[in-house]
C-alpha cells in the first residue's frame, strides 16, 4: 500500500511539472516575461560555450595556419623560380643586344673596306704568357690563307699563320714575336711596331730624336711588305722616352683593336 502511494504521488509531481512548463512556455510566449532571465542566463553561460568549443576552435586555426604557412612557402619558392628563369632570359637578351651591336659595328666596317672579307668568331684563345694566339671558326674552306690579316670593328687584330680547313690560328699585334709596319698619319714617319705581350701595349724601337712625333698620334698600316693592306688601323701613341745617350726615341702605342675582348672578326683578303 505505501508503494502505490508513493507511485501515484510521483506521477502526481511529474503531472504538475508537466503542466506548469505549459504554463510558463504559454506565458513566454505570450507575454515575453522570460526574455530578461533567458537573456541573463545565455551571458552567464558563453563563457563556459567558448570554453568548450575552444579546442576545436583552436584546432581548425591552427590547421588554416599550418596549410597557409605552407602554401606561401610553395607560392615564394615557385616565384623566386620564375625570377631566376626572368633574369636568366634577360642576361641572355642583353648578351644577344651587344652581340647584335658589335655585328652591326663588323658590318659597318666591312662596307668601308675596299677588300673582300670573311667573318669569322673566335674558337678559343691561348693563355700562354708568350704567346699570343687566337683560333677562328673559318679556313682554307672559306678562302681563309696564311699571311691574310685580321681585324675587328677597331683596328687591326693581328695575321693567320696556320690554316686548317675549318679553322685557323692567327698570331696578334701584341704576340711579342710579332711585328707590324706602321706610319704616323700626322707626320707621315714610317716604322716597325712590336708586341710586348701585353693586349694594351705596342712598342716602336730606335726612332730618330728628330722624328716629328706627338702623344695621341695615330698609327696605321703602311703597307709595306705586303702584309698588311694600308692605311688599316693600329695603335695610338701614349708615351714617348728619349736616350739622349744614343740619339734614339723609343715610343708606346695602345692598340685600336679590342685585343682581348673581341668575339668577331674580319678577315682581309686582298685583292689582286
Known amino acids: 500500500m505505501k508503494i502505490l502511494f508513493q507511485a501515484r504521488g ?32 545565455a551571458l552567464a553561460i558563453s563563457p563556459l560555450r567558448y570554453l568548450v568549443s575552444l579546442p576545436a576552435t583552436a584546432g581548425n586555426w591552427l590547421g ?78 672559306d678562302g681563309v690563307k696564311i699571311g691574310h690579316a685580321v681585324i675587328d670593328d677597331s683596328g687591326v687584330m693581328g695575321q693567320v699563320i696556320h690554316v686548317n680547313a675549318q679553322s685557323a690560328t692567327t698570331i696578334l699585334i701584341s704576340d711579342p714575336e710579332h711585328a707590324i709596319p706602321v706610319q704616323f698619319i700626322r707626320s707621315g714617319t714610317r716604322s716597325v711596331a712590336f708586341g710586348r705581350g701585353s693586349t694594351r701595349q705596342l712598342e716602336l724601337r730606335y726612332l730618330p730624336a728628330t722624328a716629328d712625333i706627338m702623344i695621341d698620334d695615330e698609327l696605321v698600316t703602311s703597307g709595306l711588305g705586303g702584309r698588311f693592306p694600308p692605311n688599316y688601323p693600329v695603335a695610338r701613341v701614349t708615351s714617348i722616352s728619349e736616350d739622349r745617350i744614343r740619339g734614339f726615341v723609343s715610343v708606346i702605342a695602345e692598340p685600336k683593336a679590342q685585343l682581348d675582348s673581341s668575339r668577331e672578326v674580319l678577315v682581309i683578303k686582298p685583292r689582286q
Do not use: C
Open 10 to 41: 510521483a506521477a502526481l509531481q511529474a503531472l504538475f511539472l508537466i503542466v506548469l512548463s505549459i504554463a510558463i512556455m504559454v506565458v513566454d510566449h505570450r507575454f515575453q516575461h522570460l526574455e530578461i532571465v533567458r537573456s541573463n542566463l
Open 64 to 141: 588554416d595556419w599550418f596549410t597557409s604557412h605552407t602554401e606561401l612557402l610553395e607560392e615564394n619558392e615557385t616565384l623566386k623560380a620564375e625570377g631566376r628563369i626572368l633574369n636568366a632570359r634577360l642576361q641572355k637578351l642583353e648578351i644577344l643586344a651587344e652581340e647584335n651591336a658589335r655585328l652591326r659595328n663588323l658590318l659597318g666596317s666591312s662596307r668601308k673596306i675596299a677588300d673582300d672579307v670573311i667573318v669569322a668568331e673566335l674558337l678559343s684563345v691561348d693563355q700562354s704568357p708568350y704567346r699570343r694566339l687566337i683560333e677562328i671558326n673559318k679556313g682554307s674552306s
